[in-house]
């Protein structure tokens, strides 16, 4: 078993009186692909707000690489090596993609190397002949590619995608998953958070299912998918 990247344990979060998260254990190992599933409104976004610094967890802890760190601001996350991609891709409309990925690279805390990195990264993403263009003049698929490359700015050992795929053609779902498989190569622990469910099963190594802000499965994709449980969520039971 490889060494653990992440661990979270027992994440609690309310908001108000409704219960977002109760009791939540999600780790990653070093290298590792999971797909986080679940239905509409059952607490995967907040997770990922929880572990990144979005939102302050209400009980439990995150412990990255070796530090607990669910006490940290958002961009301290990012320097130790945490980096997701936002639901809704909020690029600054006005740069270009360059322009976007450098934003990335200073708040990463690349300063100095900003210039230099940018295009290294856009290459990565498939984004490098479009580095000069207005970032309004991207296409869907290429703005989840820029997203994709903001978070990339951060050099992350873990990259947490939401929905990079969802409203894409199955050809650019193909895309998207062969770019993040190419980054999973490179040695980055990728959760994949995603509704398209050939894309989880052809990407995920483990997958994790949340039902109302509680984890109800963890393990190999065949077995949780073949779940009673699972299926029950996912019928609306
Ligand atoms: N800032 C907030 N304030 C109040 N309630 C919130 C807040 N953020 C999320 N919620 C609620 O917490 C629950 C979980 O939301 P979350 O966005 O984590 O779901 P999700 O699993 O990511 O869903 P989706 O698949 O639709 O993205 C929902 O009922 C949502 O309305
Ligand atoms: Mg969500």
Redesign the pocket.
Known sequence: MAEAILTATKIDKR?GG?I?LDGVDFTVAAGERVGLL?P???????LVNCLTGALRNDGGEVVLLGRRIDRLPTHQRIRRGIARTF?VPRPFASMTVRENVEIALLYAGGATAAGNEAPAILDQVGLLQKADQSSRSLTQVDLRKLELARAMAARPRLLIAD?VMAGLSTAEVDEILALLLRLNESGVSIVMIE?IMYAVMKFAQRICV?VAGRKIADGDPQAVIRDPEVERAYLGE
């Open positions: 908001f409704f977002a679940g509409n409104g059952s607490g995967k976004s907040t639901q929905e509704h949340l």
